[in-house]
């Protein structure tokens, strides 16, 4: 628990802090005058005067803001610093000024992304360890051992490029052609069915709910649930499977499979245990899945660690292919949160993909204890969030009065005070509703999900 707050706190504090600080470098850089910076709201924990400027830490961590001079605020301003006013600038210093905090979220993640490809990125092959049995994937012919080299007509070269290039077709497509190479080295075309997702069902686990998954387990146990059915056959961790009813075990699949057709049904199942050959007659759980029987061991089996460690491979950048590689990244984060964005708004995908504060702490959190580059690579990914966030067009939000500027810019026509308070009363509204939606997920996930 203690990790997870200080991994959120340095998380959130960091990202605004940056966020924060592109407003405020642009508004000096035009000239502007800046009052306030402050990193979180309510109560002031601390402040200093420096310069002009009174620099604040709030007690509420999820956000700040910089204050600048502005006539429509209503305070009196001295003749001499009416040309400081931000109101006063001209349309694309205003833009320039308000697109700078999202901007400086956008190159915070090509700095981090950058910094770690230096050192090598760990790359994991595209490479179909297991399928589940009865599968969309399995029935669409994805067989282990199959390499994915395109999708969509799209090259594929790591599991993250096919997970987040099916993300950006779940939803919307019913099938989707696939390029597989086999173990033997031979090609084939196939197209994996989409149709059964259902709207919750496009989210980060997509690909183990096709069926799919890169971990190669093995028929060693790793762990027996408690007063499961193998718990009373007198199975234990560690044990090595290798036959049910007298038919061979060539993976973990073949044991799924057997499994789930047997539900109440008696089993033979054979085991080695320090070299001794253990069998008994097993009787699977039924438990129901999608309106059917299917039947449950209890069992958890061990990865594979040699086949794991062949999964992946390193790769090597250079200053100038590191920081390209940077730059895609980013991109690519920024393009998929907007797809799914627009996914969850016409209805394609389920709004519970929407996350809070909650979810944000809990991953830092795991991330953290991965260590500092996992924790790096998750900071990249909410700070794109942020930057792709704060420019979408609601009033209260960058992307907002970008938009407002935009328009004075383009037509020379200014919004009226009363037009611009009335959207800001429309986005804080739209902006409540969002952040109450995210905390509602953050709660059922918690104690419901």
């Not at 790359?123 to 012919?141: D, H």
């Not at 200053?319 to 390209?324: A, E, H, I, P, R």
Request: proline share 4%.
């Amino acid at each position: 628990m203690l990790i997870t707050i200080l991994a959120f706190i340095v998380a959130i504090g960091l990202l605004v802090s940056i966020h924060e600080y592109g407003h405020y470098r642009v508004a000096k850089s035009c000239g502007v005058k800046v009052l306030v910076f402050s990193i979180g709201f309510g109560r002031t924990l601390w402040q200093w005067q420096r310069g002009e400027t009174l620099w604040k830490i709030g007690v509420i961590p999820l956000g700040g803001y910089v204050r600048m001079l502005d006539e429509r605020e209503g305070d009196p301003i001295a003749a001499v610093d009416l040309p400081r006013a931000f109101n006063r600038q001209a349309p694309l210093a205003k833009m320039a000024i308000v697109a700078a905090g999202p901007v400086a979220n956008f190159l915070l993640a090509i700095a981090l992304y950058w910094g770690l490809s230096l050192s090598g990125v760990e790359i994991l092959k595209p490479v179909v360890s297991f399928v589940s049995p009865n599968s969309a994937a399995e029935k669409s012919g994805i067989r282990p051992g199959d390499e994915v080299i395109s999708l969509a007509g799209k090259a594929v070269s790591s599991w993250e490029e096919l997970q987040f290039s099916l993300l950006e077709q779940g939803g919307s497509a019913v099938t989707v052609p696939l390029q597989l190479r086999s173990i033997t080295g031979s090609e084939r075309a196939i197209a994996l069915d989409l149709s059964q997702l259902k709207r919750d069902d496009i989210d980060q686990q997509l690909l183990s709910r096709l069926g799919i998954s890169p971990i190669p387990l093995s028929l060693r146990v790793s762990q027996v649930a408690p007063k499961s059915a193998a718990a009373s056959a007198g199975i234990m961790a560690g044990d090595l499977l290798y036959m049910i009813d007298g038919q061979p075990l060539h993976g973990w699949a073949d044991v799924q499979e057997k499994v789930a057709k047997s539900a109440g049904q008696p089993l033979l199942l054979s085991w080695k245990r320090d070299g001794q050959v253990l069998e008994r007659t097993v009787i699977p759980d039924a438990l129901e899945e999608n309106g059917k029987k299917v039947g449950k061991l209890g069992l958890s089996p061990v990865v594979d660690a040699s086949a794991w460690k062949q999964q992946q491979f390193e790769r090597q950048f250079g200053v100038l292919s590191g920081l390209q590689y940077a730059v895609n990244k980013t991109y690519q984060g920024s393009r998929l949160t907007l797809i799914m964005f627009w996914k969850m708004l016409t209805g394609l995908v389920s709004i519970k993909q929407v996350s809070g504060p909650i979810t944000i702490a809990n991953y830092a959190g795991e991330s953290a204890r991965l260590g500092v580059s996992a924790f790096l690579e998750y900071l990249c990914v909410i700070s794109i969030s942020l930057g792709v966030l704060n420019l979408l067009p609601l009033p209260v939000l960058d992307g907002g009065h970008l938009m407002y500027h935009t328009i004075e810019f383009l037509t020379g026509w200014r919004l009226p005070l009363r037009a611009e308070e009335f959207g800001q009363r429309v986005g804080i509204v739209l902006l409540l509703g969002l952040m109450s939606l995210a905390l509602y997920n953050d709660i059922y996930r918690v104690f419901l999900g």
